[in-house]
Nanobody, 126 residues
Framework: QVQLAESGGGLVQAGGSLRLSCAAS????????MGWIRQAPGKERVVVAT??????????DASVSGRFTISRDNAKNTATAYLQMNNLKSDDTGVYYC?????????????????WGQGTQVSVSS
């Protein structure tokens, strides 16, 4: 069973930065793609960034491209994913979930994420 645990959320002023972390572990976790998913108040979940199992490929939603950077560190049966968020805007407010898929390919398809963390709140004040 894969377990994911996010940290790093909080309250920040517009234009500020935050760094989210996600620790993934489990006997079956090896080389799976990971993603960060945002759920803004009253809206659907959206994949904002994804990274492949090797960490060599990544993709971003247009709303965060150029401001957010996803990365990961891999170890045997574990990985830690990061989301560096710069120049934050009020529209970035929401709960950020870390998720992992079954396969190694980075994906912007929400339905391909099998394992989910509990989420961490990011609030950006204008």
């Amino acid at each position: 069973q894969v377990q994911l645990a996010e940290s790093g959320g909080g309250l920040v002023q517009a234009g500020g930065s935050l760094r989210l972390s996600c620790a993934a572990s489990g006997p079956a976790f090896s080389g799976s793609a990971m993603g960060w998913i945002r759920q803004a108040p009253g809206k659907e979940r959206v994949v904002v960034a994804t990274i492949s199992g090797t960490g060599r490929m990544w993709r971003y939603d247009a709303s965060v491209s150029g401001r957010f950077t996803i990365s990961r560190d891999n170890a045997k049966n574990t990985a830690t994913a990061y989301l560096q968020m710069n120049n934050l805007k009020s529209d970035d407010t929401g709960v950020y979930y870390c998720a992992a898929s079954e396969g190694p390919l980075a994906t912007m398809n929400l339905n391909e994420y099998t394992y989910w963390g509990q989420g961490t709140q990011v609030s950006v004040s204008s």
